[in-house]
T-cell receptor, first 107, second 116 residues
Framework: DAKTTQPTSMDCAEGRAANLPCNHS???????VYWYRQIHSQGPQYIIH???NNETNEMASLIITEDRKSSTLILPHATLRDTAVYYC????????FGTGTSLTVIP | GAGVSQSPSNKVTEKGKDVELRCDPI?????LYWYRQSLGQGLEFLIY????????KSGLPSDRFSAERTGGSVSTLTIQRTQQEDSAVYLC??????????????FGNGTRLTVT
């Protein structure tokens, strides 16, 4: 299982881009990087995932470094509803979550 | 379409009683996972199923915890002789396949268990 490290907390002004970093230096070559978020009292929500290339969907963009040891989740225009805990994780048969980043979007 | 469904949404039980928590995964998802989340804490992996078999039970906290899955669909997590430290939100997730790494997890909203 891949281990990840993320900042404990971050703030972002409403309307600005939120850039959430993650280190996953032990991820193996065929493991995907996944991002999820959890809004208080709800189950985690899948956001995006990728292997090597950068990815974009309607929720976010994912930038993966060439050596795959780190990635950044980008919320291009953060809203108050994006306040949540964001989890980065590696894939594989065992899906272990780290402690995540608590993102607070400030009005 | 229907997502992962968990029942009950809330359960209050007395210390020492047994409880059963149910998870209905997304139709067609062969992999099913159980997690536990204590108040203010992260997600603790408990067990996963590939079909009806559980290749990895290492996350179960004690022998009071067990889980089964039948018909490759519904799963039940059973906690025997509940203790106050078992109080937590129990989350279930499913995915199309495990071992295949391009397969995101889809979570239910959990069962909040309170042991008094």
């Amino acid at each position: 299982d891949a281990k990840t490290t993320q900042p404990t907390s971050m703030d972002c002004a409403e309307g600005r881009a939120a850039n959430l970093p993650c280190n996953h230096s032990t991820i193996s070559g065929n493991e995907y990087v996944y991002w999820y978020r959890q809004i208080h009292s709800q189950g985690p929500q899948y956001i995006i995932h990728g292997l090597k290339n950068n990815e974009t969907n309607e929720m976010a963009s994912l930038i993966i470094t060439e050596d795959r040891k780190s990635s950044t989740l980008i919320l291009p225009h953060a809203t108050l509803r994006d306040t949540a805990v964001y989890y980065c994780m590696g894939g594989g048969n065992q899906f272990y979550f780290g402690t995540g980043t608590s993102l607070t979007v400030i009005p | 379409g229907a997502g992962v469904s968990q029942s009950p949404s809330n359960k209050v039980t007395e210390k020492g009683k047994d409880v059963e928590l149910r998870c209905d995964p997304i139709s067609g998802h062969t992999a099913l996972y159980w997690y536990r989340q204590s108040l203010g804490q992260g997600l603790e992996f408990l067990i996963y199923f590939q079909g009806n078999s559980a290749p990895d039970k290492s996350g179960l906290p004690s022998d009071r915890f067990s889980a089964e899955r039948t018909g490759g669909s519904v799963s039940t997590l059973t906690i025997q002789r509940t203790q106050q430290e078992d109080s937590a939100v129990y989350l279930c997730a499913s995915s199309f396949l495990t071992g295949r790494r391009n397969s995101p997890l889809h979570f239910g909203n959990g069962t909040r268990l309170t042991v008094t």
